[in-house]
């Protein structure tokens, strides 16, 4: 059996490429499902049913287990080539930006995920949340067997685990906050400025928190849903429009931050020119977090545009790093621990069928000497004679394999055998 992991994300791949690779979130589900069958119809490969899919603004992966004869390359060669297919990307163009984890490799990976370890901003919560919701799409789709269902369920206890006893989440930037500190390199007093959120969302939300803290000018929600916007907006003492409206009313705001689930941009070139020409060319801060991306990359061209992806934060959420490298190094020694026990879990099952066939062996060969002894006993015999009888024929069944066994080998093999069957057959006294 292998278990094992293929994905990219923010340390391996541009933006411009997880944008491609991004599984909607309402369609992990399906695309879970669509999994299956794409491994269904790729028998070398041998995959079980198991399969999970994690897609963020930072990472998509895809979790599997295979119990194939074609090894862990043709496994994730297969599982490569559904990602390419399902995106209708070239395989060429996809393959040098995954990494490939089998076994526990893809363990401690999904460990350190949950953890916040391999997060763009170190030891930030909103990754386990993501990581649950796709575990239960995953799950509902019939995704989830033996060996993904205890792997998830060891890793969210982890996760806890590490942020319950480590510092790990201490002194973090978060995405929001940096988003703040940009904006101030280009405005001095945010008080002074008109803000726009684009989405309501628990990213726009925390966004939300960190500017409404410095006393913008104004604070706006563009939504989809008006009646959505208009709860976020309403806490932070703001108001809020319909995303019809946006084009129309970008030249109002100074500070655009846009992070929702549409799969094509939501602001255009044309619209910002047309917003730049009418504030006269003061200037426009953007920050746009969401993958796919939802501005388009062509406005960071504009001379009066500041725009800013999710990539481009990474420098700046950085800082305080160094403060937590003590709680990094105690919560990569959790997870160790934490992956052996797992790993041991996984070595266990494996002899599960062995120990069945020996159950089921020893219940055939306890049931013929039963039938043996009934019918002596039938027949008038004496009960102690039939018991003897029985004793020694249940005895010899047991001994003949490991006898024969014994008998058929030689040299080294021979040597290994005799060494352990008193192992096997030690009794306690």
């Known amino acids: ?7 990219l994300n923010h340390t391996t791949a541009p933006v411009s490429l997880r ?4 599984f909607p979130a309402d369609q ?3 695309a879970v499902a669509s999994a299956r ?3 269904g119809q790729t028998p070398a490969s041998g995959f079980s049913d198991e399969a999970a899919i994690l897609s963020t603004c930072n990472r998509t992966e895809l979790y599997a287990v295979s119990n194939g ?5 043709s496994a994730i060669d297969a599982t490569a080539n559904f990602l390419a297919d399902y995106h209708h990307l070239p395989y060429a163009e996809l393959r040098p930006y995954l990494y490939t984890l089998p076994q526990d490799n893809a363990v401690r990976h999904a460990f350190r995920v949950a953890s916040g370890l391999d997060s763009m901003v170190l030891g930030e919560p909103q990754i386990l949340g993501q990581m649950k919701d796709a575990v239960r799409q995953a799950d509902a789709a019939g995704g989830l067997g033996t060996y993904l269902h205890q792997m998830f369920q060891r890793t969210f ?16 930037v978060s995405m929001a906050a940096a988003a703040v500190r940009l904006s101030q390199r280009i405005f001095d007093k945010i008080s002074e400025q008109n803000v726009l959120f684009i989405g309501a969302g628990e990213m726009i939300e925390l966004c939300a928190t960190h500017f409404a803290a410095q006393n913008p000018k104004t604070l706006t929600v563009a939504n989809r849903t008006l009646e959505r916007g208009e709860v976020l907006a309403h806490r932070f003492n703001g108001r809020a429009l319909r995303l019809a409206d946006l084009p129309e009313q970008l030249a109002s705001f100074d500070i655009v931050v846009s992070c929702t689930a549409s799969s094509l941009p939501i602001i255009g070139l044309g619209m910002v020119e047309r917003a730049v020409k009418t504030r006269r060319h003061k200037p426009i801060f953007m920050v746009d977090l969401a993958v796919p991306r939802d501005i388009e990359t062509e406005i960071g061209r504009l001379d009066d545009v500041f725009l800013y992806t999710v990539d481009d934060l990474g420098s700046v959420v950085q800082t305080g790093v160094e403060n937590r490298q003590a709680a990094v190094a105690q919560a990569e020694a959790i997870i160790e621990t934490r992956v052996q026990s797992f790993m041991h879990w996984i070595d266990s099952r494996a002899v599960v069928p062995v120990i069945q066939v020996l159950h089921e062996t020893s219940e055939i060969m306890r049931m013929a000497e039963l039938e043996r002894a009934r019918k002596l006993l039938a027949k008038g015999e004496d009960i102690d004679v039939v018991l003897e009888a029985l004793s020694r024929g249940l005895t010899a069944k047991f001994l003949h394999g490991p006898q024969q066994a014994l008998n058929n080998a030689q040299g080294d093999e021979r040597a290994r055998l005799a060494a352990l069957l008193p192992q096997l057959f030690r009794t306690r006294r």
Do not use: C, D, P, Y
């Open 1 to 7: 059996m292998q278990l094992f992991a293929v994905g």
């Open 19 to 22: 944008e491609k690779v991004a």
């Open 28 to 30: 992990l589900g399906q």
């Open 37 to 39: 069958a794409w491994f």
């Open 69 to 73: 004869s074609g090894g862990v390359n």
């Open 157 to 172: 206890a982890v996760a806890k685990e590490v942020r319950s006893t480590t510092e790990i989440g201490a002194h973090s």
